[in-house]
């Protein structure tokens, strides 16, 4: 059985998030997966979508899709990396791809749009693309045991589904960023909209700081918090220095809420993985899906509010603290996590 991905390239409008999907692309090639390469046509951030642009998107995702059906050998295993560019127009052709060329798929979610229901009127094509698309998959890999049971409940089959754990984070072996002298880093969009609490970490205490690396932060630095501007992935791994890294989103320090909040209770967040790969502890919200995974390795501790944060530092035994996230860390730099899910896939289907 031949062995493809879809490799989707990436668009105009580069950011921090291709990272995780860059990294599933080599980390498949080096397991001997094939790319099959299909473009992306994104129009610009900057302002709203054009009609022409719209319909440009939607003629090159029909292209991609009937490329694809073409492209891809017969009795293959097929891994795409879920949300898929263009989604509608492929899934068409899922069905005629398993019944006339006897192909199977594994997807790999990066996030369930269902889940974030960022998208208002789009909600439908959310639900289509999470729980009609992926049920056509032979295996599918989620992110851990509460996004596995989110799926079962929507009616897939327990056996066919994988927790992923942790996204990995490939890197070459770079100096450590954990420096107890800095504050608690906190990095990725900081934007209102998902980290709104960062405006009001002043009501936290006078000795707490905190490093913040990203872009879309646009009040000055204060005594308290540090903003260090936005980096490049790369980039960001040499620049990065603080104590912990905190995984939160939403508007309140008090809990994660509102739509990027309550995804945590799902998601495992990519900048875990960017905290671990330059050996900084993490903090996360107690409620959320990491929850369970920080506390049983000892990589950090749980929090059921920002508030809790300096008095259970006090309690942190920093050489222990530090030896089990160096433990994870090589995991995680190495990608042992997707290696493992994917062995795992491929067995489950190689089982059928």
Known sequence: MEKVFIKTENGKNPHAGSKARDDVDQLLEQRGYRPIVIGNY??????????FEKAHRHLTSLINAFRLFFLIPKKSLVVMQHPMTGFVYFNWLMNPLKKRKKVKFVALIHDL???????????????LADLDMLKKCEVVICHNLMMKNYLISEGF???????????????PQVADAY??????????????????????LT?????????????????ASQETIHYHGSFSPDKLLESIKGSYGLV??????????GNFGEYLRYNNSHKASLYLAVGIPIIVWKESALS?????????????NLKEIESKMKYQDEIK??????AIKEKVISGGFLTSAIASAEKKVMEE
């Open 203 to 219: 009501q936290l205490s006078d000795t707490m700081t905190f490093e913040l690396y990203g872009p879309n932060y646009e009040a």
């Open 157 to 171: 089959s327990e056996n066919r589904l994988v927790s992923l754990a942790l996204f990995d984070y490939l890197t």
């Open 321 to 326: 603290l530090l030896a089990n996230v160096q």
């Open 42 to 51: 994104e129009p610009r951030e900057d302002r709203k979508e054009s009609y």
């Open 292 to 304: 369970e995974f920080v506390e049983k390795n000892g990589i950090g501790f749980s929090v059921s």
């Open 179 to 200: 420096d107890p002298s800095k504050g608690i880093v906190v990095a990725g969009n900081l934007n209102q909209e998902k980290s709104g609490y960062l405006r009001e």
């Open 248 to 257: 939160w989103d939403g508007p309140s320090i008090h809990l994660c809420e």
């Open 113 to 127: 749009d269902s889940l974030r229901k960022l998208h208002g009127s789009k909600q439908k094509n959310d639900q």
